[in-house]
């Protein structure tokens, strides 16, 4: 109770009050209120709630503890997504980072942002202990392995706690993270109509936030919205015409080469706006897989020279990862990965490239 004296005033002159006005309310004296104020004396016990509603506060918030279990808990977030993020393909720290998610829940109970952290970790531990499997379903198109998916407890525990989150989260950042990633959950275990349903209840892209940007400008700041607005619509386009060559079976591998170059050239065509500067880590992965589909083609010279361009993509990445890139081929998961690595790595050019990244 040592700073309930300060945190009156402070609320006092918040909302421009008097100390004889909050004493007439608590049938006290302004010599009491100013007492109190000054750290000499504290209020009766039975006061504090007359006083937190006078200040329209919770006591939590009149005695600082909000403020410091908001911080605290912000601090924990952040912390876990810096760990989860460490876990990039291969299981570095899950345990750790789902026990620790489970601890700050025990001291903070049903806090919705250490719940959606707990939900990510877990949502994170399925892919990297268990991974994302796909079948060649009757009609020749990859879909997911729903029957294997749906045996991995991360994935069910995260899918739980994802729909418990939505029936409290307002609209905002963190419900559309948990709508985002409960809609790929529900994708990888065949819950179709649920994720269908998600999907109804969004609202259209011209009312998201890149598209919304737009129209608080004028001028130059609205060309460049726009400009941010495309970029961001050519990530998406890319990243759906990728899923396509790798879920659509019966595209023939050149074509499939031929697509992901044109997605290379998509951000050429946008380059006189924003800098894809930080899309570099994407192009290296474009490249990789493109480097897949040539080589299936039988056009092997170019399916090296796929490689030595994901190369000077990969040394210019924010987070150079060049040396990684013999690991990470193709980057994305493909039926015949392993077929065709033995036949490329069995190329003595294969060998040149490796020691390319090491240098």
């Known amino acids: 109770m040592i700073k309930l004296g300060e945190r009156m005033k402070e609320l006092r002159l918040r909302d421009g009050r008097t100390q004889d006005a909050l004493a007439s309310v608590l049938g006290v004296t302004a010599q009491a209120v100013s007492r109190w104020e000054k750290g000499i004396c504290y209020p009766d016990m039975s006061m504090i709630p007359s006083i937190a509603n006078y200040f329209g506060i919770s006591i939590d918030e009149l005695f600082g503890y909000d403020n410091d279990r ?3 808990v912000d601090l924990l977030a ?9 876990n990039d393909g291969k299981d570095e720290n899950m345990e ?60 069910q525990e995260a899918i739980k706690l994802y729909e418990k989150l939505l029936l409290s989260l307002s609209n905002g950042k963190l419900r559309q ?31 998201s936030k890149p598209f919304l940007r737009i129209k608080a400008f004028d001028g130059k700041e609205a060309i460049d919205a726009m400009g941010e607005a495309l970029l961001e619509s050519v990530r998406h386009s890319i990243d759906m015409m990728i899923h396509i060559i790798l ?15 044109n997605a290379e050239e998509m951000f050429e065509l946008i380059s006189p706006y924003p800098s894809c500067g930080k899309d570099f880590g994407v192009l290296t992965c474009i490249q990789m897989l493109r480097s897949y589909y040539l ?7 170019d399916a090296f020279v796929a490689l030595d361009k994901a190369l000077d993509y990969g040394k210019t990445t924010e987070k150079e990862f060049s040396t990684e890139l013999p690991d990470l081929w193709p980057w994305w998961d493909v039926p015949e990965r392993e077929k065709v690595m033995a036949e490329m790595q069995a190329d003595s050019r294969w060998t040149e490239w490796v020691e390319k990244t090491r240098r």
């Not at 939900?119 to 379903?137: K, P, T």
């Not at 080589?295 to 010279?301: P, S, Y």
């Open 295 to 301: 080589w299936l083609a039988e056009k092997k010279e």
């Open 96 to 155: 750790e980072c789902i026990t620790l998610a489970r601890e700050g829940l025990i001291e903070f109970p049903g806090n919705e942002k250490l719940t959606l952290a707990l939900a990510y970790a877990l949502f994170n531990a399925g892919y990297v202990r268990r991974g994302e499997h796909h079948i060649v379903g009757v009609d020749g198109y990859s879909v997911y392995d729903i029957e294997r998916h749906r045996t991995y407890p991360e994935w």
């Open 78 to 86: 952040d912390q876990l997504y810096a760990m989860i993020r460490r």
């Open 247 to 261: 879920d659509d079976t019966t595209i023939p591998p050149a074509k499939a080469a031929e697509m992901l170059q």
């Open 177 to 207: 993270k948990a709508i985002e990633e409960l809609s790929q959950l529900y994708k990888n275990t065949g819950e179709h109509e649920k994720a269908l349903h998600l999907a109804e209840d969004a609202p259209d892209i011209k009312t």
């Open 70 to 72: 908001e911080k605290k």
